[in-house]
């Protein structure tokens, strides 16, 4: 029973205040895009075991989208950060590279 | 390998059982195995066995990180049935579940296989809509279903509220032949049959790399060195990420948590199996009187096989709803599972990038009632590098092209 | 034509804690974010400031609650709304912003007493301790979602109005009398 | 015999006598007893009999460990099997019978599986019952399972109700005996939030019984000063009667509060789940006693020897005049020294060890009582309840020295650290040699959200066994004696529920099922309804004995939650009845109940499935409503369609990216009919869409569809574009809807009078706003029925009033209500798409000849690049046609359109299925849409759809305009 906080509205939400989103910053490919991008957006996941990026909306709350960084192995949460960025935050990078020495980036 | 059977019973017990031998042999790995199989479930070791039994390939390894059977194989509610919508799943399962019916038999291991009979309620019209189709499409797939009436499921389960103010039962989707079986025992007796065929089955070894040459599969690095061979394939469910990731691909897999329950034991009240898919949750009574109760998936990625308490809440209430004698009865005890789930949440069982590299997996929450028939097609797969007519649709590629094996339609999306 | 009628009309329930469902209130779901004359805009027609993030202004039977980063819900007496929006539009005219009347979309509640807060504590997943005054904040009760504030020694809770016999059910179940926490 | 003795019991109140039943006899007791005092006050020493081999049971412990003293509990409605004796308390009335037996308790059919367990060791069933195949299904499976289980199944309802509370604190201490009260205490002291929950009724724990100082008071002073300072605290709270049961993620407790139990039907809620979130979970839970392996040590009688003098001096009742004591450690002797100061006997204390001479032995030695160490429990006589034991070596192998009468044993093979809520979350373990025991490992914890320890464990459950003040060493002693023969062994009972015996688990181990996990499931130790409390550590160390390995190598099964069985309507709460689940009413609603209308679920929403009148079925019901609305007026309560406003400078722009036709043309006060897919490609909803000034649309969604579409929209809008100026908001409950339908409906609307509807100034697809007999609306002149239509908003507050206004003025222009199916059976007539039956998630806008809805000129919009890959771009797709049966009947629903042959797998091909069929009332036959491979291409075809009963009805392929294909009917 995850609890995050909500970047928007500050409230330490519990899971059931939230709706899971799976992988945060996928790249959308649309028309044009090969068959192999469009399948990778679609499909390929990281599905990691450890550090994770993904998306929640508090949904029971200010209905907004975050996005949090957070260990699928030992459920640790580095940090959540509102959806509007295409990339985590550096201050979130340099939290989980403190925790996960061993972590191979985001990248 | 001794029988098992009554009369080797009998011997025993007259010197309090001191002559049984091993069920299944733990020899050190050799340096190199015409086939290797990563995953000790059920699916790997009934893989291991069909390449042994079908093909007369013995010269096998079962690679197991933990205990075999200890995944998924352990941690499942025991549902068997094959009334699925899609050709190629009911097939599969299908398969399965025939091979089920003669399993103890064929092993010489009891595996209980119980067709006690599975419903599946219908409790809106558009479920009944859906059931409908399935037991049309199950008709011509060869899959015994019946649609029967609010009555008739009364009659097979006496306890069921078929008028409860909410979700009336408007009938049910019967297979008479689905069940149930001891899910340990499957996993022992393939693992018993397999050791008995002169295969290893190589306990607590954890696979930390895929090696290959020029694209073709050469051997995995374990934690008891490197083991080399001619065929590799990947059983590990939950765990398939990262598997792929070692020979150098990527999966159209999720892997989230399962979870489920069972509740102290009484005395038998109820005979089959019932699944209420519109409240979302499923039960039976095990042969040692607990009623053993599943419901939905976290919506979550998770590799703590602990799932979200909250949907065994969702599940008991909508079961006490159903069943509500349950209410004072107790949960005995709750886990959970790490289950792989694919794009179309059908499964993989398909060649890979990499040469003589194959992969089994994308079970999702299905995945003890597939495995004789995942096995099977998994083992001709591996034994002749090209799919038969049971895996052929479910290769990891259909997913580029939006050929889709989607058995979520039943339940269909909007009303 | 009739006069307007709430979900419960007014159905009540005492139980340890005493339950009325209240309304209809006027309700106006703003939507606008960094706007210049926001303020100008709330105070012609609550009267109050703008609230702050998870806040709730209050003036007499006018409030503004903050619901999100760029919406809020204004509370005010039913027969006003249509003026409202009329302000609204006046103050907020050129500007990106959606304002609609969702006075009907809504029931509201009233728990009052002084255990109010343990009818609450049965049903939301709400740090009621840690509640501040003036704080509004948003959730689910059980299964649906609810906006809880306090107010006048009780609570005022705001869900939506198909389930309001639901959240009645509810508050009834937990006001029970001798089911005090 | 055991019995209430004159003097003591420190929790029962002899004031207040209570009266009971067990299988129907009569017993007294005192307000204050457990179910199991009460047993033993009355001599009941047999209480229940075990799973397999059905052997006579008696009490062994004093708490939730207690595998054998399960009762069926209460009667009909409040019928709770598997109750446990020892965590009831007694209350006046209370009835309860014994379990698994048949006929009766004391004579019991099944016992002759007690006589064949050596044909019955661990794991037989998977070894027989194989040949011949048809007798498992017909022979041996059917007694198995009629032997299966303990309890009773309740066959009426629960008669009580259940609630649930949330709660937060920063520290949360589990468990009020003296290490959680000071816990507890510390940290209120330093200002946190604490609450201390306690699964007694009383708090103190053990030491009441087992201490006579804490730091250097007298107990009960302690105690009682102890519990008054907290209770003034208010940053404190404290519950009895309250066992959190399981430490989950992110510091969430749950715990059980039995509120009503010893006071059934009372009103109160009989139990109350508390979601509790902790800062820091501290176990201080306490250690469980274990039993000793010794032949027969499963016989009535044989307790744990903390059980024993927690009977003696809680309840004063006393097991037996005469009381063996069997130990390896010194604990123990505290019972023989309370046995004997109540004034019973104890013929003798064997101890294991070959030295005792701590101050507890000395005390004992002092007291009198003959301590007989380097000795052991050959055997116990006594079947039903014990008469004696015989006295051997411990190092030896069992041969008898003398034989000591007795009526109880009192054991205590040393003391296991409650370590399950530590474990829940993954706290790791260590194995500490001086007690013999499972600690935890402070260096590994759970790990709470930011990485941080958990949970905490402190006293006894930490490990800290020191209850006088020295490190209180336990020797091991698994097996008594040290060399017992297989024939002792067969007889050494690990679980007693479950008949797993230390024979069983040497089994396990020489077959191979060596991993700790395999062994539990082949012999099912620790699966009882104790899980393993008294079990699982002797069997892991008999299992490790017979493998040669060390106790921490072969680990520990997984500690699951809960500690304790939790009642499973605790767990559903209040969710039954009527507030199961939210059930959604449309402002109409109780309109349509007067009505006696049939309602269908449509997600949480109830909609009239039909109206059905006195003498009609459904079907028939249907049918009416259907040629109703077609002649004359039918009104339907279109209220759960989906309404959402979309406002901004760019919401053209995405409302041609969400639709896949074109939005940001349609002109101001025109209606334009819209599809969204996925980005699979697949249908995901439809419905009109109206503009409702420059930058302001109305998107209409399916019913199911309203919060799903408005997600999302949100989505896109926050994580997609977020830079796009659109605002939007759901207004599906703001007004209710009425459909107001057929040839009359113009009519009707003129009748409530108040603006123009005329074609000329409201043409189809128009929609305006106005008055209706002084109602504020908006009509939108649509269809989907293919009459002349409206559909009439109204303020929600206002709807059963305009309802009621259109029935009565629609009186005379014929007006019925109209439900689902009638909806269902007109819009097929039309040919019309219904999202969940046309579409199953797998269809695109194509395959339903839905081109037209699609832009062609669009570079993109959600959905279109994945309908551009080949699988879903593929001619050969099954595509949308109208079928007619050659005789008229209606297709079966779910039929498929069989083609030749067989595919690989020996399934028949097909090429088709239907998707919508019904009888229609207007063409008085059956018509059908589905889809059909090449099917636009098959016009006048005559296809075969499968039957369920082998058969197959022959259709012809036609369009799927059924009914006035023209338009003529609602464009008048």
């Known amino acids: 029973m995850l609890i995050l906080e909500c970047p928007y509205c500050g409230v330490k939400a519990e899971e059931t205040e939230l709706s899971p989103g799976y992988e945060a910053h996928l790249k959308r490919f649309g028309p044009g895009s090969s068959p192999e991008e469009f399948e990778a957006y679609m499909f390929a996941r990281k599905n990691p075991k450890g550090v994770h990026f993904e998306r929640w909306r508090h949904t029971y709350g200010c209905g907004k989208w975050f996005l949090a960084a957070r260990c699928t192995a030992t459920l640790e949460v580095f940090g959540t950060y509102p959806a509007q960025v295409s990339e985590p935050p550096a201050d979130i990078i340099a939290k989980i590279q403190a925790r996960r020495p061993d972590w191979k980036g985001y990248k | 390998m001794k029988r098992y059977s009554v009369f080797a019973i009998a011997r025993e017990a007259v010197r309090y059982h001191l002559g049984w031998e091993r069920a299944w042999a733990s020899p050190e790995p050799k340096a190199s195995y015409d086939a290797i199989i990563v995953g000790a479930g059920g699916h790997g070791l009934a893989t291991a066995y069909y390449l042994g039994k079908n093909f007369g390939i013995t010269n096998v390894a079962v690679i197991e990180k933990g205990w075999l059977g200890g995944g998924n194989t352990g941690r499942n509610t025991t549902i068997i049935r094959s009334n699925y919508l899609q050709d190629p799943s009911a097939a599969i399962y299908e398969k399965a579940r025939a091979l089920y019916e003669t399993l103890s038999q064929e092993l010489n291991y009891n595996i209980m296989f119980s067709p006690r009979g599975l419903l599946m309620l219908a409790q809106s019209h558009h479920e009944v809509r859906g059931y409908l189709r399935t037991v049309h499409a199950n008709a011509l797939q060869g899959v015994q279903t019946e649609w029967i009436s609010p009555q008739r499921v009364k009659e097979l389960v006496p306890i069921i509220n078929i008028d409860g103010p909410r979700y009336p039962v408007l009938g049910a989707l019967y297979q008479a032949r689905g069940g149930t079986a001891r899910h340990d025992a499957v996993a022992w007796g393939y693992a018993r049959a397999c050791s008995g065929m002169g295969m290893h089955i190589i306990q607590n070894c954890e696979v930390k790399g895929v090696r290959s040459e020029n694209g073709q599969v050469t051997g995995v690095e374990t934690t008891k060195g490197f083991i080399g061979c001619k065929k590799l394939g990947i059983v590990v469910a939950g765990h398939s990420g990262q598997l792929a990731e070692m020979a150098g691909f990527r999966l159209p897999i999720e892997a989230v948590a399962l979870q489920a329950l069972v509740s102290e034991p009484i005395k038998p009240c109820m005979d089959v199996v019932v699944m209420a898919n519109t409240v979302h949750g499923y039960m039976s009574q095990s042969d040692k009187g607990e009623m053993v109760i599943g419901g939905g998936t976290d919506g979550f990625n998770n590799y703590t096989q602990r799932g979200s308490f909250h949907h065994i809440e969702e599940t008991l209430r909508a079961l006490v709803e159903t069943f509500p004698i349950i209410s004072r009865l107790k949960m005995l005890r709750q886990w959970g599972g790490i289950v792989d789930m694919t794009g179309d949440r059908s499964p993989i069982i398909s060649k890979t990038p990499l040469g003589n590299c194959f992969i089994n997996c994308g079970w999702g929450t299905g995945g003890f009632k597939a495995i004789p028939g995942s096995g099977w097609a998994m083992a001709e797969l591996m034994a002749k590098g090209e799919p038969g007519p049971l895996a052929a649709e479910f290769n990891m590629w259909r997913f580029k092209e939006g050929q889709f094996i989607d058995e979520s339609v039943a339940a269909g999306v909007a009303h | ?181 | 015999m055991s019995t209430r003795l004159a003097r003591g019991g420190r929790l029962i109140d002899r004031t207040a006598p209570v009266e009971f039943t067990f299988n129907g006899k009569r017993f007294r007791g005192f307000r204050g007893d457990t179910l199991a005092a009460g047993l033993l006050a009355n001599d009941q020493m047999l209480v229940g009999r075990s799973f397999k081999y059905h052997r006579p049971r008696g009490i062994v412990a004093s708490g939730p460990e207690e595998p054998n003293a399960l009762v069926n509990l209460g009667t009909g409605a409040r019928l709770e099997p598997n109750q446990r004796t020892t965590t009831t308390e007694l209350f006046d009335g209370l009835e309860c019978s014994s379990q698994n037996h048949w006929p009766s308790l004391e004579f019991d059919v099944g016992v002759v599986n007690n006589y064949a367990a050596r044909f019955l060791p661990a794991g037989f069933y998977y070894k027989t019952f194989i040949h011949p195949r048809p007798f498992w299904k017909h022979v041996f499976e059917p007694i198995i399972r009629r032997s299966a289980g303990l309890g009773k199944a309740p066959t009426q309802p629960d008669a009580d109700r259940y609630e649930q509370a949330y709660a937060f604190c920063d520290v949360l201490v589990v468990g009020a005996g003296v290490a959680g009260m000071k816990v507890a205490k510390a940290a209120a002291d330093k200002g946190q939030r604490v609450i201390l929950l306690e699964q007694a009724p009383v708090l103190g724990g053990r030491a009441p019984v087992d201490q006579t100082e804490v730091d250097g008071q007298p107990v009960e002073a302690w105690l009682s000063a102890m519990e008054a300072d907290l209770l003034a605290r208010d940053n404190v709270t404290l519950r009895t009667r309250t066992c959190g049961f399981g430490v989950y993620d992110h510091g969430y407790v749950l715990a059980d509060e039995r509120v009503a139990d010893h006071t059934p039907g009372d009103g109160r809620p009989k139990h109350r789940l508390w979601r509790i979130r902790a800062g820091k979970i501290v176990s201080a839970t306490g250690a469980i006693e274990r039993p000793l392996s010794f032949a027969g040590n499963d016989i009535p009688g044989v307790m744990l020897a903390s059980a024993v003098r927690d009977y003696v001096v809680n309840y004063a009742v006393s097991p037996g005049d005469r009381t063996v004591i069997v130990t390896n450690n010194d604990s123990a002797y505290q019972t023989a020294l309370a046995l004997k100061a109540a004034g019973l006997d104890v013929p003798a204390i064997l101890d294991a060890r070959e030295v005792a001479d701590g101050a507890l032995p000395q005390a004992a030695r002092a007291a009198g009582i003959r301590v007989l160490t380097g000795k052991a429990i050959a055997k116990v006589k006594g079947g039903k309840r014990v008469t004696g034991v015989a006295v051997c070596a411990q190092a030896g192998e069992g041969t008898v020295q003398e034989e000591i009468a007795c009526e109880a044993v009192a054991m205590s093979g040393g003391w296991s650290p409650v370590v399950h809520l530590w474990s829940h979350c993954g706290g790791k373990l260590l194995w500490d040699e001086t007690i013999s025991a499972f600690v935890p490992d402070p260096k590994r914890p759970p790990l709470n959200h930011d990485g941080s320890a958990m949970v905490e464990c402190v006293g006894a459950a930490a490990g800290d066994l020191d209850l006088s003040g020295k490190p209180a060493a336990i020797p091991p002693v698994w097996v008594m004696p040290q060399g017992a023969p297989v024939q002792l062994r067969n007889k050494m009972w690990l679980d007693y529920q479950n008949d797993v015996k230390v024979s069983d688990v040497q089994l396990a181990s020489r077959e191979g099922y060596v991993s700790v996990e395999h062994t539990k499931r082949y012999t099912t130790l620790g699966m009882a309804t104790d899980q393993g409390k008294l079990s699982n550590i002797n069997g892991l160390a008999v299992l490790a004995e017979s493998l040669g390995e060390e106790i921490p190598q072969v680990g520990t099964t997984t500690f699951r939650p809960p500690y304790t069985p939790v009642t499973i309507g605790a767990l559903a709460g209040e969710a039954r009845g009527e507030i199961f689940q939210p059930l959604r009413r449309t402002p109409m609603h109780e309109a349509h109940e007067k009505a006696g209308a049939y309602f269908e679920p449509v997600g949480l929403w109830r909609r009239p499935y039909c109206f059905p009148r006195a003498g009609e079925t459904h079907e028939q019901a249907v049918h009416r409503e259907v040629l109703n609305t077609r002649q004359n007026l039918g009104l339907l309560d279109a209220s759960t369609l989906g309404k959402i406003i979309v406002k901004g400078p760019d919401a053209g722009k995405f409302l041609d990216m969400l639709y896949t036709g074109v939005m940001s043309t349609l002109p101001v006060g025109k209606c334009r009919y819209g599809l969204m897919c996925n980005e699979q490609g697949f249908l995901i909803d439809d419905g009109v869409v109206a503009r409702i000034d420059e930058d302001t649309w109305l998107c209409h969604t399916t019913s199911g569809g309203a919060d799903r579409i408005h997600a999302w929209m949100e989505d896109w809008l926050q994580c997609e574009w977020w830079d796009w100026q659109v605002y939007t908001a759901n207004v599906t409950e703001q007004y209710a809807q009425v459909a107001v339908v057929g040839p009359n409906a113009r009519k009707l609307l003129q009748v409530l009078g108040g603006m123009d509807v005329s074609k000329e100034a409201l043409p189809f697809m128009h929609w305006a706003d106005g008055s209706l007999a002084g109602f504020p609306v908006r009509v939108y002149r649509i269809s989907f029925s293919g009459e002349l239509s409206y559909e009439i908003a109204v303020p929600a507050s206002h709807g059963a009033a305009f309802w009621e206004a259109c029935m009565e003025a629609g009186k005379a222009l014929g007006a019925m209500p109209y439900g689902t199916e009638a909806l269902h059976i007109m819009r097929a007539e039309k040919g019309f798409i219904m999202i969940g039956d046309e579409t199953d998630g797998t269809v695109i806008p194509q395959d339903l000849g839905l081109d037209w809805a699609i832009s062609k000129k669009k570079a993109d919009y959600l959905g279109k690049r994945g309908q551009e890959r080949t699988y879903l771009a593929s001619p050969d797709r099954w595509k949308l046609v109208g079928f007619e049966t050659l005789d008229g009947s209606v297709i079966p629903d779910g039929a498929y359109i069989v083609a030749d042959g067989v595919n690989a797998n020996g399934q028949r091909n097909t090429q088709g299925r239907v998707t919508s069929t019904y009888y229609s009332p207007t063409l008085k036959r059956g018509i059908a849409m589905g889809l059909l491979k090449h099917g636009p291409q098959r016009m006048g075809e005559v296809v075969e759809f499968n039957t369920v009963a082998g058969g197959t009805v022959k259709a012809r392929v036609r369009d799927t305009v059924f009914y006035d294909r023209d338009g003529e009917k609602q464009n008048v």
């Open chain 3, 1 to 181: 034509m009739s006069d307007p009628v709430s979900a419960l009309n007014g159905a009540s329930f005492q139980g340890f804690a005493t339950i009325r469902e209240i309304g209809p209130l006027g309700m106006i779901t703003l939507r606008a974010k960094g706007l210049k004359s926001l303020d100008k805009a709330i105070k012609a027609v609550t009267g109050t400031r703008v609230p702050a993030p998870r806040r709730i202004e209050i003036k007499g039977d006018h409030a503004c609650g903050w619901m999100s980063p760029d919406e809020y819900l204004l509370i005010l007496p039913y027969a006003e709304v249509g003026e409202a929006m009329g302000k609204l539009a006046k103050a907020l005219a050129g500007e990106h912003h959606l304002a609609v009347d969702v006075s009907d979309a809504r029931a509201v509640f009233r728990i009052e007493g002084d255990k109010a807060d343990q009818v609450l504590r049965k049903l939301m997943p709400v740090d009621f301790d840690r509640l501040e005054p003036g704080e509004l904040r948003r959730s689910r009760a059980a299964q649906v979602a609810a906006a809880i504030w306090q107010q006048d020694q009780g609570f005022t809770l705001v869900c939506f109005r198909s389930v309001a016999s639901y959240v009645m059910g509810l508050l009834t179940h937990s006001a029970q009398p001798g089911s005090e926490l």
